[in-house]
């Protein structure tokens, strides 16, 4: 595509600053990052900074979807539906309440099939995650929202 440096997948975020200094080394290069399926807070490890104001902030708590209905190109894009573990979660919410957040929305593809990718030796369900998140806070005035 004329006019295209770069090209990266929705999964590349780490990779945004790598690429903008390569082009800036070589204008002549036009770069093509794979596109894996990692999204960015996927693991957690990446620093999180509130794009939001303060007072609330989204939480992912799945990414894909089990379902493959005729009209949704969702199972497609974002692949099959992956859970992130419930310790990984609280983390996640305590950093976000750092930041001065007091509603935490979760968000994902389909927020009820929360946990149903989970292996039997492991089992969690969204019941269970909302016990969780809210046992890991003293604060009664959190809002979290679904």
Not at 11 to 29: C, F, H, V, W
Not at 105 to 122: E, N, P, R
Request: proline share 5%; hydrophobic share 35%; charged share 25%.
């Amino acid at each position: 595509f004329p006019g295209v440096d770069s090209i990266l997948g929705s999964g590349a975020i780490d990779k945004i600053l790598e690429t903008i200094q390569k082009l800036e080394e070589d204008s002549d290069t036009r770069l093509v990052q794979s596109a894996h399926r990692r999204s960015f807070l996927e693991q957690g490890d990446t620093p999180r900074f509130l794009a939001t104001p303060p007072h609330y902030a989204y939480l992912k708590i799945a990414e894909g979807c089990k379902k493959r209905c005729a009209f949704c190109i969702i199972p497609q894009i974002k692949g099959r539906l992956q859970s992130k573990p419930i310790p990984q979660l609280v983390e996640e919410m305590q950093g976000i309440l750092e930041h001065g957040a007091s509603e935490v929305i979760l968000i994902a593809q389909d927020l009820g099939d929360y946990g149903k990718d989970f292996k039997a030796s492991s089992p969690a369900n969204l019941e269970q995650l909302l016990r969780a998140l809210l046992d890991s806070t003293e604060d009664r005035n959190l809002w979290l929202r679904l």
